[in-house]
């Protein structure tokens, strides 16, 4: 992977949130504890590529949108836009990086304002931008976003609380797209929907990014959902990622105990299929001053000694498939 | 055939808002037989949990009321007892796990005080038997050192743990009925896989019956017997898993399983029921399903299918099935 080709290129990324003890501790010089959130990711994202991130909450995936884009400042690593730094631009160049990488919460209830319409929604980062000056240029652009999105004229003057869980979801697709951004975040953009509702909001994703290009960095716990989204697949557990690889492979085939134990875990929706079961022991352990090895450790059927020494590194294993384990 | 333990004959629930009428549950009918697990199927707002609430005799009047139908549990008309009596079917004969564990549980009690009021309440036992009898439930559930984490609070425990609390208390008393509301959708799909393992094998074990509520098709097609699909306060179809995930009658039921991506094959595209699901406040006149439908009828638009039995076992309501 050479820097030319991918449109985002994460090396190295951390983020250790320091957990502030109480006073008592702090004057009785104890050590601080750090939540290591993102623990030195590597992953690359092509132009047109959709990029699947999974995991169970708390694996450090928000985490990770809100590094790419730069809401927070990363512990140490690098997110390299077209192979520029986004660390070391200056505020008014990552202004304008800003209008490239949009993201798309997961909670259209708390994600729109209740008090604007849906005009001012989404003309106000056009404002904010400068991509539209007169009112009737901010109108035009904002209608043909919302029929892109699958709404109409009908709608825009109204609040938020006049939609539906679906249609708001619609809206906040639109506000992200009101920039013309060349890569999109989801951050788990249809977990809040019902079935029926999420399957249009997924369907909508695909046509978005085959009518404008866009590059789609998707972020789900649902692996049905990324399964049916993403082109490659990365599964992250404990800030790490674990496993990558095409979509179709990763799963047809997992290579990580974690990958398998995942995907042995989630029921399908066929009487006729095996039931889930649990090949993992115990529960996800804390991110919390992690112990120096895997971070599957004391749960992993193939558990060796070096295991508890040694964090794995991502290891090509041919395929496009990379992953993290000692014992493949 | 076993034994019939719960019957529900044409549950209505309405609520009786600022903003008008609410009809929550229409018309609902089912059994569920000894040792059977019902799922009951649905998207947000069909009125599965309002139905389980019912049961239970848990909704609140006003402004809730049931101004039709009967629910019979072991032979007695559950609306027709008195608080007392109802009292002393809640907890130990029927009991109730619900998806939020953190809200369902008191934050400012120990867990053994919570498990042990229920055990003292309902079975009368001293404060002595009563926390042994804890240490024990916690054991069953697969808490590891029960003894340690007996005078834990609820917050001390993770996501799972906490659902394996609730288990333990709805356990508490032998219930010989189990409504479970969406105790799985808050969970992680690992945790979940524990989860529903331990809820099918308490259920084998101790012989009760087990109500699910679910919006996840996944679960009910590995954890349930026969199953019920709800949508917006009516049940539209209803069998056996077989007939519901091999031969779905109800285009929302069909529409329901072509929605859902799969993890064996990939499709470019997804088949979404088109619409949205309509405002319960006011309702479409005739099937709910009417403006969302792909075959819809002119009889659809006046008249409310009803739910017929088109092989044995097998119901759905829809006016498709009536015309051959």
Known sequence: MTATDALLEVK????????????????????????????????????????????????????????????????????????????????????????????????????????????????????????????????????????????????????????????????????????????????????????????????????????????????????????????????????????????????????????????????????????????????????????????????????????????????????????ACHNL | MAQQVLALDDLTVRFRLRRGELTAVDGVSFTVHRGETFGLVGESGSGKSVTARAIMRLIPDPPGEIPRGRIVFEGRDVMGLSDAEMRALRGRRIAMVFQEPMSALNPVFTVCAQISDALRTNLGLSKKEARQRVIELLALVGIPSPQKRLDSYVHEFSGGMRQRVMLAMALSCDPVFLIADEPTTALDVTIQATILDLITSMIDRFGMSLIFITHNLGVVAHSCDRIGVMYASHIVELGTKHDIFRNPQHPYTAGLLNSIPRLDTQSKYLTPIPGTVCNMMEPPTGCKFHPRCAHTMDVCKREIPVLREIAPGHHAACHLLGRV
């Open chain 1, 12 to 323: 190295g990324l951390t983020k250790h949130f320091a957990l502030h003890a109480d006073i008592y501790s702090r004057v009785a010089g104890e050590k601080v504890q750090y939540l290591k959130a993102v623990d030195g990711i590597d992953f690359h994202i092509r132009r047109g590529e959709t990029l699947g991130l999974v995991g169970e909450s708390g694996c450090g995936k928000s985490t990770t949108a809100r590094l790419v884009t730069r809401l927070i400042d990363p512990t140490s690593g690098e997110v390299r836009l077209r192979g520029e730094d986004l660390l070391a631009f200056s505020p008014a160049r990552m202004k304008e990086a800003r209008k490239e990488v949009q993201l798309v919460f997961q909670d259209p209830y708390s994600s729109l304002n209740p008090r604007k319409t849906v005009m001012h929604i989404l003309s106000r980062p056009m404002e904010v931008h400068g991509l539209a000056r007169t009112w009737t240029e901010k109108r035009g652009r904002v209608l043909e976003l919302l029929r892109r999105v699958g709404l109409g004229v009908e709608h825009i003057d109204r609040y938020p609380h006049e939609f539906s869980g679906g249609q708001r979801q619609r809206i906040a697709i639109a506000r992200a797209l009101s920039v013309d951004p060349v890569l999109v975040i989801g951050d788990e953009p249809v977990s809040a929907l019902d079935v029926s509702i999420q399957a249009q909001i997924l369907n909508l994703f695909r046509d978005l990014q085959e009518a404008l290009g866009l590059t789609y960095l998707f972020i789900a716990h649902d692996l049905s959902v990324v399964r049916h989204i993403s082109d490659r697949v990365a599964v992250m557990y404990i800030g790490k990622i674990v496993e990558t690889g095409p979509a179709a492979l990763l799963f047809a085939e997992p290579l990580h105990p974690y990958t398998q134990a995942l995907l042995a875990a989630v029921p399908e929706a066929d009487p006729d299929k095996p039931p889930p079961k649990l090949i993992l022991k115990g529960e996800v352990s804390t991110p919390i001053d992690p112990p120096p090895g895997c971070r599957l450790c004391g749960r992993c059927p193939r558990q060796t000694t070096i295991c508890s020494e040694i964090s794995p590194p991502l290891i090509d294993v041919g395929g496009g498939r990379q992953v």
